[in-house]
């Protein structure tokens, strides 16, 4: 008999494993597959600690994970892209498929969305996992399970960097933060032939990864001066930063592109103000939702600031793309790897950003039940 154990978080910092019911039955457009990895994403370390993000809150136990690569087990009559046996990617958001933000193609902004490990809908750190066929992507033979599970947050990057911030061949881009989700966005730049990479960040060890990762500029923010308010700071930061990476407001020294994927107020600041006239700044990070920002940068530059909310139409097969050729290599990303019945021990892990070795988490990926960590 089937048997389905599941990683489920119960309340805040309270998780334990379940048995839940296999999904046996599946529709004509759905597809059951047996999770073989899943990446640990700092939302989900976000609803262990805090019990919620915004207004999503966790009122019942919810199965964690989302950024997941498995095996097809199971395929409805429809369904004519996979067969059993495949090896796929699952991007974890189905939706309703007839409201305008779906037929225009941008159906992560759909009202309905039915996303893994976001309440009330449980996640995909389980056996086995149930969702539509067309939100399968197969993995090219060369590619690992484990590259099937960063195509999650590798299309994030994807979504930031190419589909909103248009980035193109030859313009420059500056990052702040250099998190997972910050250097795949870094990784997606480079893949698409950027100028100039210029990585920000807080921490030295960090801004070293980014060099050697996406042989990205380093830049480390100055300290804040004693009664200077954030806004007086970013501003002299900002000073330093273009004097500093000869950064100007125009022309081939100009950054076309700025991703903020720290969600710091001083960051999104500093960041308006470094941003080239006509240029494009994409958020991606979230923190406190309430900041100051200058708006005459934001005016006088006609700079056009946009959100970032997962990803959407071509983000996938994009992401899967860039690895497959070569472009992109998830491999160094990957710093932890956990075992299923240890996966408490790489959430604490991924929260304190560091394993108990003193080793920095970069990401972490847990296997699924009876699958080895070293059989990537």
Do not use: W
Not at 22 to 35: M, N
Not at 151 to 161: A, R, Y
Not at 265 to 279: F, H, K, M, N, W
């Amino acid at each position: 008999m089937l048997n389905n154990p599941s990683f489920v978080l119960r309340s805040i910092e309270d998780v334990a494993y379940e048995e839940r019911p296999v999904p046996e039955s599946i529709s004509d457009t759905e597809v059951l597959v047996a999770i073989k990895k899943t990446g640990i994403c700092g939302s989900d370390v976000h609803y262990y600690v805090h019990g919620k993000i915004g207004d999503f809150i966790v009122k019942d136990p919810m199965v964690l994970g989302h950024e997941s690569a498995g095996v097809i087990t199971k395929v409805g009559a429809k369904v004519k892209h996979v067969k059993v046996g495949d090896k796929v990617a699952v991007e974890p958001g189905s939706t309703c498929r007839i409201c305008d933000s779906c037929k225009s193609g941008k159906y992560n902004l759909c009202p309905d969305i039915v996303f893994a490990a976001t309440p009330p809908y449980d996640g995909t750190l389980a056996r086995y996992y149930r969702v539509l066929g067309d939100l399968t992507y197969p993995l090219p033979e060369h590619l690992t399970l484990e590259d099937g599970a960063m195509m999650e947050p590798l299309s994030v990057g994807v979504h930031s960097v190419s589909n909103l911030g248009n980035f193109k061949f030859g313009q420059s881009i500056a990052v702040f933060g250099c998190g997972p989700v910050g250097l795949l966005c870094m990784a997606v730049a480079k893949a698409l032939g950027a100028k100039r990479i210029i990585a920000a960040d807080i921490v030295p060890s960090r801004l070293e990864f980014a060099k050697s990762y996406a042989g990205a500029i380093p830049y480390r923010p100055l300290s804040p001066n004693k009664d200077e308010t954030k806004l007086e700071y970013s501003r002299r930061n900002a000073e330093n930063m273009k004097k500093t990476l000869e950064i100007e407001d125009r022309g081939a020294n100009a950054i076309h592109l700025v991703i903020d994927a720290s969600g710091a107020e001083v960051s999104i600041q500093t960041a308006l103000y470094i941003v080239g006239t006509g240029g494009t700044m994409v958020q991606v990070g979230m923190g406190n939702p309430n900041v100051q920002i200058d708006l005459s940068q934001l005016m006088t530059k006609e700079v056009a600031y946009k959100g970032s909310f997962r990803y959407t139409h071509g983000d996938y097969p994009l992401a899967i793309s860039l690895v497959a050729q070569g472009k992109i290599d998830l491999k160094p990303l990957v710093t932890h790897r956990y075992d299923f019945n240890d996966a408490i021990a790489a959430f604490k892990a991924t929260r304190a950003g560091k394993s108990d070795d003193g080793k920095d988490v970069i990401k972490a990926i847990i296997s699924g039940p009876d699958v080895s960590p070293n059989d990537i």
